[in-house]
């Protein structure tokens, strides 16, 4: 059984991906994989690879962000990068309003 400690870390870490992702592509266009690590990273756990995927693949069907594949100039694979679009910019915005107002909230 969970702790209620860890239920609500998992809840505002792993059942909001999409906010670390549009926070992370604020910064610069990245490609799935390497999200995956700058969450690590910037954030401190780390989302299921597939997560990752299913996350940017609703974000892209949406509007938040948009992708481009990218040649590599070191003979790697293509890779697919993924940017924040402004959709996407107000998303992020609504989203930290939103965690800010409930921690006001919370601390009366």
Do not use: C, H, N
Not at 16 to 36: C, F, G, S, T
Not at 65 to 89: D, H, I
């Amino acid at each position: 059984m969970t702790s209620p400690m860890e239920r609500l870390k998992t809840k505002i870490t792993k059942e909001v991906l999409w906010l670390y992702i549009l926070r992370l592509l604020r910064e610069r266009p990245m490609y799935a994989y390497e999200l995956k690590e700058k969450i690590k990273e910037a954030f401190d756990f780390e989302p299921a690879t597939v997560s990752s995927y299913v996350v940017l693949y609703k974000l892209e069907k949406d509007g938040y962000v948009t992708a481009e594949w990218q040649e590599s100039q070191t003979g790697k694979p293509s890779r697919k990068y993924y940017k924040l679009t402004p959709e996407g910019e107000r998303l992020l915005e609504e989203g930290i309003s939103f965690l800010e107002e409930t921690l006001e909230k919370l601390r009366g």
